[in-house]
Every structure is written in structure tokens, then in C-alpha cells.
């Protein structure tokens, strides 16, 4: 019977422990096994500190260098893929030149950031979709066919638009892909569409045409 009691006691201590504990905030960091360089000296923001000759801890930005975030002069819609009305652009902005450089460029960053996802062809059926990520999508439904090229820039840039339930089913790449990655790899994503929707009438050479029928 002395048994009965110690067990119950057991049980009780335990579950206060565990349960009455829920909630409470501590001041100090519970017991860390393994602290993973979690706590570190830091100087926090807007405070003093000796080690500079200003008695800032706070550093000033160095010369020629822009802080992430801040708003950028951007004219051509470079950098947010959107003209100056806040609209999303539908042509390159202009210091984005096509050609063969920048497509290679634009392959070579799809297939590593993309393709595992979306497939070599755009198509979703990337390596990812075997290992259950079901919702990527094709580049070459009506909709997505018809997404402008800054939307393009903006969905690797900010990630796909969040569900009203705030889940991100693509994240963001802005800190994978440089700006001009960002514009060749729009670049290869239109060209991956082009594959499907080209007709004979866009081959503009004669010779190319020719050949094309002959295999027709
Ligand atoms: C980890 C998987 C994954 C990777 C990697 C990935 N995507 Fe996606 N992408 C998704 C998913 C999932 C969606 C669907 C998002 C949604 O509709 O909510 C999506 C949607 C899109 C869309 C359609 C957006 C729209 O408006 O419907 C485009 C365009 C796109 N991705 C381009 C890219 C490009 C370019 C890259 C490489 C820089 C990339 N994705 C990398 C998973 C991925």
C-alpha cells in the first residue's frame, strides 16, 4: 500500500512540475545542456560603449555602402521590378540586356535554386515533389503564363504572396540571387515558358523555318 502513495506522489510532483510551470516567465535562461552560442556580448542598440572613440554603440554606415531595406532611387524598377506608379513592369527594366550571357546566366541559377522545386522544364514536377512538397506549380497555367515579368522578379524576390492564413509556400531568395541573377533568372523563366507556348511563327529565320517543317 506505502507503494500506492509514492507513485501517487510521484505522479502529482510530476505533473505540477511539467504542467504548473507552463506560462511562467523567468528571468534567467533555463538549464541549457547544449547552449549553441546562444548567449554572446552584444551591445545593444542606441547604447554607449567605451570601445569607440565616439562612446557609440551604435556604428555609423561606411562610406558607398547602402543598408539593406532602405529605400533605393530606383528609376527603372531595377531593384523592386516595379515602375515609378507602383505598377509591376512588363518589359526588362533597360539595364537588363538579353542576351545569350544572360539567359546561360539565368539557366545556371535555375538549376540550382529552382529546378529542384519547379522541374528542369518549369513544369512543378521538381525532385521536391517525390518528397512530398505536392503544391509547386506549373509556370505554363493561363495565369501564371500571364504573370508580368516585375511579378516574376517579385515572387523570387519576396517569395510567393502568403495564403490568407499567412503561410509562404515559396519563400524568398533575395539573399541567394544578386539583383542581376534575379533579372536573368526572369529572363529563363519566360524562355522556360516560351518552350510552350511558341508557335512556327516566331522563328523569324527562313533557314531555321525550313528545317523545322522538314521535321514536322
Ligand atoms: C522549395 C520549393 C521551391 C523553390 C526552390 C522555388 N519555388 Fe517557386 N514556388 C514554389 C511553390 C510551392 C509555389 C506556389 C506558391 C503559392 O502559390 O502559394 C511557387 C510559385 C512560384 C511562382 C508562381 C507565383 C505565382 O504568382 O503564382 C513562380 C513564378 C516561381 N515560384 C518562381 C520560382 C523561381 C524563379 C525560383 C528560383 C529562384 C523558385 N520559384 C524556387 C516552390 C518553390
Redesign the pocket.
Known amino acids: 500500500m506505502r507503494y500506492v502513495y509514492f507513485a501517487t506522489f510521484f505522479v502529482v510532483a510530476l505533473a505540477v512540475s511539467v504542467l504548473g510551470l507552463r506560462g511562467t516567465r523567468f528571468t534567467h535562461p533555463p538549464l541549457e545542456l547544449f547552449p549553441d552560442m546562444d548567449h554572446q556580448a552584444h551591445l545593444k542598440p542606441m547604447a554607449t560603449s567605451a570601445l569607440f572613440a565616439d562612446g557609440r554603440a551604435d556604428r555609423p554606415i561606411p562610406p558607398h555602402t547602402v543598408a539593406a531595406g532602405l529605400p533605393l532611387d530606383d528609376d527603372d524598377g531595377l531593384f523592386r521590378g516595379k515602375a515609378a506608379d507602383g505598377s509591376f513592369l512588363t518589359a526588362l527594366p533597360a539595364p537588363i540586356k538579353v542576351d545569350a550571357r544572360l539567359l546561360a546566366r539565368g539557366q545556371d541559377?535555375?538549376t540550382?535554386?529552382?529546378?529542384?522545386?519547379?522541374g528542369a522544364l518549369?513544369d512543378?514536377q521538381?525532385i521536391?515533389k517525390q518528397y512530398g512538397?505536392t503544391?509547386?506549380?506549373s509556370?505554363f497555367d493561363d495565369?501564371?503564363l500571364k504573370?508580368t515579368v516585375g511579378?516574376?522578379f517579385s515572387?523570387?524576390t519576396n517569395?510567393?504572396?502568403?495564403?490568407p492564413e499567412g503561410?509562404?509556400?515559396?519563400?524568398p531568395?533575395a539573399d541567394?540571387?544578386a539583383v542581376e541573377d534575379?533579372w536573368a533568372?526572369?529572363a529563363?523563366?519566360r524562355a522556360l515558358q516560351r518552350t510552350q507556348t511558341g508557335t512556327l511563327k516566331d522563328v523569324t529565320d527562313a533557314a531555321a523555318k525550313e528545317a523545322l517543317l522538314k521535321t514536322k
Open positions: 541559377r535555375f540550382i535554386y529552382c529546378q529542384p522545386c519547379h518549369g512543378g521538381g521536391t512538397m503544391t509547386t506549380p509556370y495565369r501564371r504573370l511579378e516574376l515572387t523570387i517569395g510567393s504572396v502568403k495564403t503561410k509562404q509556400n515559396m519563400l531568395y541567394k540571387l534575379r533568372v526572369v529563363y523563366v
